[in-house]
């Protein structure tokens, strides 16, 4: 059974910076395609970023802010998180979909709030 922990959420300034990690256990790594969701209070879960083998895709709010990138030795993905909004207030959630042999299959982690505010 996958299971996805999150980390490095909490309170920063505007302006500021913030890197969430997300380690996977219980599977094969890199048969996943790995992402960061979010979801603001009264709102519905959006993604923010998401990684595969070799490609990355963002959510327009965040491009040239946030980065995504995996560490498939450490069955880690992160989210590097600069130049922070209050808009970007939310539960941040990690997330894994399953390709080839696994395809399918989805994953999602208990979340960690970050909070952007003065």
């Known amino acids: 059974q996958v299971r996805l922990v999150e980390s490095g959420g909490g309170l920063v300034h505007p302006g500021g910076s913030l890197r969430l990690s997300c380690a996977f256990s219980?599977?094969?790594?890199?048969?996943?395609?790995m992402g960061w969701y979010r979801q603001a209070p009264g709102k519905q879960r959006e993604l923010v970023a998401r990684i595969a083998s070799f490609s990355t895709n963002y959510v327009d709010s965040v491009k040239g802010r946030f980065i995504i990138s995996r560490d498939n030795a450490k069955n880690t993905v992160y989210l590097q998180m600069n130049s922070l909004k209050p808009e970007d207030t939310a539960v941040y959630y990690c997330n894994a979909a399953g390709t080839r042999s696994v395809s399918g299959t989805d994953y999602w982690g208990q979340g960690t709030q970050v909070t952007v505010s003065s």
């Open positions: 219980g599977s094969i790594f890199s048969f996943y395609t």
